[in-house]
């Protein structure tokens, strides 16, 4: 039996226990392993949940817990999220987690300290939600000579972008909407002003080159401005407004990155990503265009990749593959 | 240095072949690895290849060299491509495989001998070219609970049906049409009656299941039949005639498999997969749909999913992760 421990009781934090409880046998079935959620970390109390006993709002607990090899943080928010990965690293224990937050400001560092200490620092649920795409970046893609990744990496923008284009609404009547229905926070800067498709970018762009840039040194624009007449002067010449988030990697070493709205058109297949959906491009010399398209959020499609990540540590414990380390 | 041996300098080892060439100084940056082609098995001479002082007649030459630690397949057809992959497991060479025949007919077989003797045998480029399904089915689906895939899986009927629907010619035509431009072959019925799709959604399903279903059990219907008025009653109403391969994985432990041409609207993600292209739909409980795109064949999009499997197997040479073993 492998023992983790999951810090954040959250909506992603549920998720991983719901599936881990749920799915247990299957995932056994597959993989061999057993995996015991042994202590949670948080500060509220939750004496209805299955594993309300487990637990506890005492870092040092896990920190000292030496049956504990895997945390899975979901805490969202830089800090304390930075320092208690960093804790964990050094405590010799892997670290997956669903945070983007953490990955794109801190993620160069978190990589070498996971090296020296020989254990991995994992983050599929931090891009794209349920869409493999950082697995399919670490291991399939070492051919491929990616020139361009295009991604519609934030579905709240996503979701308003589509409501404006077919129902005609106004930005801030599809913002309310949004928010009544969950898909954006009271406070939507980091959504609707791009914020959190650049860090996912970043870290994207990270991914294909080994070069983490800083997500304040890329052009960011939102969608705040975005009318109901460039939606029809869009949809007039046959495109729709996305929110397309860019990396191109030229020749020369360079990486450009930017955040911006663009008018798509269907010659694109990012143009029939709609709603909340996500969807990244991948253009490889070799490879060709590849889209993996796919919820971008939601409490299981996001627990799925961080227990995708658990298992692909917990499968390799006895020899460590070999993390690329990124630079700045 | 790995030396490794390619079987068949056509189409898709004559693209192992230019990537591992053109792009040596990049794989090595990536991986850390310098990968060798020291032997190349085909019948025919290469005189003005760069490496066709390296092709042999000789399997035994192979075989022998101890040096060689690792085998690509990519003879096409099931003999004698099944009998020298055997003979590479057994000689403990891992082999990976672009040939679809081969895993269907023989996946269980050869999985389990290759575990017989620690060694990997990997396919991804046997379905959908240069689209990493393979990859994330292994790695990054444990916790979806699939209960759906959905493929176009075949470029040469996906083409000819695309054809029909945007430019009204007969299925005739369109077969003339892609023969000419070299997507579909001589003799069509591989293709055209389904059973390249069949071979592919049984691998698939393999992957989500561990068991392989013999693709001639599997129900089997290919595009000869649709004619002009069914494409254009399909278009009436909004949809499109696709080849879907499909499996539906029951509660109960039953998969249902099927090949047949369907009507798809545009609420499916495989409604925009036209022309030459792939698409999977991977549907599950927990990570919702999940659409895999790209160019499902060519050269060097099928030779660069080749290459990722030879790293793969070369960065883990030290220690070998278990292969799942599928049952019939």
């Given amino acids: 039996m492998d023992h983790i421990a999951l810090l954040g009781l959250g909506t992603v934090g549920g998720g991983v226990a719901e599936i ?7 995932i056994t079935a597959k993989t061999g392993l057993d995996i015991d959620i042994k202590h949670i970390l ?10 309300g006993d487990r637990v506890t709002d005492d870092y040092n607990l896990i920190l000292g817990d030496p049956e504990v090899t895997l945390v899975a943080e979901m805490m969202g928010g830089v800090h304390p999220a930075y320092e208690f990965t960093a804790e964990a690293l050094r405590a010799k224990k892997s670290v997956v987690t669903s945070n983007k937050a953490v990955v794109a400001e801190y993620g160069v560092e978190l990589l070498e300290l996971a090296a020296e200490n020989g254990v991995r620092y994992l983050f599929e649920a931090s891009v794209g939600g349920g869409i493999p795409i950082i697995h399919s970046m670490t291991d399939s893609m070492y051919a491929s000579d990616i020139y361009e990744i295009d991604g519609i990496l934030n579905g709240t ?12 609404v106004s930005f801030d009547a599809a913002l309310k909407d949004a928010q009544k229905l969950g898909y954006a926070e009271a406070n939507p800067t980091e959504d609707v002003d791009g ?5 996912k970018i970043c870290i994207l762009a990270a991914m294909a080159s080994g070069r983490l840039v800083y997500f304040r040194d890329v052009p960011t624009k939102g969608i705040r401005e975005i009318t109901t007449d460039d939606i029809k002067a869009a949809s007039a010449k046959g495109g729709a407004i996305k929110l397309i988030a860019k990396a191109l990697f030229k020749e020369n070493g360079e990486i450009e990155l930017s955040v911006a709205p663009e008018v798509v058109y269907p ?15 991948v253009r490889g010399r070799n490879s060709g265009d590849l889209l993996f398209y796919g919820s ?4 299981l499609p996001t627990a799925g990749a961080v227990i995708s990540d658990i298992i692909d540590i ?9 993390q690329k380390l990124w630079h700045k």
Avoid at 195 to 199: E, G, N, T, V
Avoid at 296 to 299: H, T
Wanted: charge should be positive; aromatic fraction near 8%; charged fraction near 25%.
């Fill in 195 to 199: 914020f959190d498709a650049c860090r």
């Fill in 314 to 322: 917990l499968l390799h414990k006895n020899e460590m593959p070999a």
């Fill in 42 to 51: 948080d500060l509220r109390k939750f004496p209805d949940h299955p594993l």
């Fill in 296 to 299: 971008g959020a939601g409490k």
């Fill in 267 to 281: 010659d694109n297949p990012l143009f029939n990503v709609n709603g909340v959906y996500n969807g990244v491009l």
């Fill in 157 to 168: 923008t996503n979701y308003i972008l589509s409501a404006m284009k077919e129902t005609g």
């Fill in 20 to 26: 881990l409880m749920k799915n247990r046998s299957d």
